[in-house]
T-cell receptor, first 115, second 110 residues
Framework: GAVVSQHPSRVICKSGTSVKIECRSL??????MFWYRQFPKQSLMLMAT?????????EQGVEKDKFLINHASLTLSTLTVTSAHPEDSSFYIC???????????FGPGTRLTVT | GNSVTQMEGPVTLSEEAFLTINCTYT??????LFWYVQYPGEGLQLLLK?????DKGSNKGFEATYRKETTSFHLEKGSVQVSDSAVYFC?????????FGTGTSLTVIP
């Protein structure tokens, strides 16, 4: 149980285009989903926290208009990187939690490369 | 505030060697502590956890004990295998949010 999927696993896009990444909780309802960014050989950096049906809460320094997060249902959250640039290339990981504290389940990650 | 300090790597060991990766934390309240493992190109997988002081988490031969007096949660394994090569992250959770260490890369050579 507690499986989180991400789609796509890898994506290559051209500079200036937008890319959407989906995060799904497959066998549970996620009250909260988180989006992280991981640079090569570094730890995870929390970008934003989203609760179903409400606006996401972004961490300091994360551009809201560039990284659009939608949490339309209890099993789906999407991250859209708008007008992507090469510096947005990174590994993006989502996680989801139920109402129980301390438990987060991580997706397998999406490798974004902007050329 | 809440933070996790993790032993820097990379760590290279021979197969069957003993592994220790140090992790200390700073937290308000009573956090839960975790170790996650990340294999190349993949997301994070929960390795083990401990939810209160003196608890020992264990899985796949790995162990870590929640030491409140030293604010530590060191990861140990008595005999590592080549398949243990990965990046290991120590983390704490105060309920809703996770705080990660910087990760320690482990390479086990035959």
């Amino acid at each position: 149980g507690a499986v989180v999927s991400q789609h796509p696993s890898r994506v290559i896009c051209k500079s200036g285009t937008s890319v959407k990444i989906e995060c799904r909780s497959l066998d549970f309802q996620a009250t909260t989903m988180f989006w992280y960014r991981q640079f090569p050989k570094q730890s995870l950096m929390l970008m934003a926290t989203s609760n179903e049906g409400s606006k996401a809460t972004y961490e300091q320094g994360v551009e809201k208009d560039k990284f659009l997060i939608n949490h339309a249902s209890l099993t789906l959250s999407t991250l859209t990187v708008t007008s992507a640039h090469p510096e947005d290339s990174s590994f993006y990981i989502c996680s989801a939690k139920t109402g129980a504290p301390y438990e987060q389940y991580f997706g397998p990650g999406t490798r974004l490369t902007v050329t | 505030g809440n933070s996790v300090t993790q032993m820097e790597g990379p760590v290279t060991l021979s197969e069957e060697a003993f592994l220790t990766i140090n992790c200390t934390y700073t937290a308000t309240g009573y956090p839960s502590l975790f170790w996650y493992v990340q294999y190349p190109g993949e997301g994070l997988q929960l390795l083990l956890k401990a939810t209160k002081a003196d608890d020992k988490g264990s899985n796949k031969g790995f162990e870590a004990t929640y030491r409140k007096e030293t604010t530590s949660f060191h990861l140990e394994k008595g005999s590592v295998q080549v398949s243990d090569s990965a990046v290991y992250f120590c983390a704490l959770s105060t309920g809703n949010q996770f705080y990660f260490g910087t990760g320690t890369s482990l390479t086990v050579i035959p």
